[in-house]
């Protein structure tokens, strides 16, 4: 949602420093870009989505708030949504996985294994919210 102002028409051009700065950043252990621009479709209204995974013994809001503040003198927009994976809901987390875009890439294993749990554990919180959804449904609420 646009809170300021407009994307940059130039967002593409942009992504390589967004690159280079997360895989620079020492505390970063990989990072995604996903939502609509992952997707090819950027509009006046869109946003910029980043998700990052980070080392273990972070202090993850003053890591976060650095990032951001970087990202959105990269990006010359205020309309940067970061997303923390650490610490992020399942749902979101299966969600940017499906579809994503890797900006940083440090330690493959770490990004699969991290890419496999969520996914496992999505599909089991799937099928249970599935039939709460159900048995809601014929209750009536």
């Known amino acids: 949602m646009m809170k300021y102002r407009r994307l940059p028409e130039n967002i593409d051009h942009l992504l390589p420093d967004v690159r280079e700065y997360l895989n620079k950043r020492p505390k970063v252990v990989f990072a995604y870009l996903f939502g609509g621009i992952a997707r090819g479709k950027v509009s006046p209204l869109s946003d910029v989505d980043i998700a990052i995974y980070t080392v273990d013994r972070t202090d993850i809001v003053q890591e976060k708030l650095e990032i951001l503040g970087k990202?959105?003198?990269l990006l010359r927009t205020d309309e940067v949504d970061l997303v923390v994976l650490n610490t992020a809901p399942l749902p979101l987390a299966a969600r940017i996985i499906k579809n994503k875009i890797i900006l940083a890439d440090?330690?493959?294993?770490?990004?699969?294994?991290?890419?496999?749990?969520?996914i496992r554990e999505y599909f089991d919180f799937s099928r249970k919210e599935m039939n709460i959804f159900a048995g809601r449904y014929k209750l009536g609420r």
């Open 106 to 118: 440090k330690m493959p294993f770490t990004r699969h294994a991290f890419e496999s749990l969520i």
């Open 71 to 73: 990202l959105n003198e």
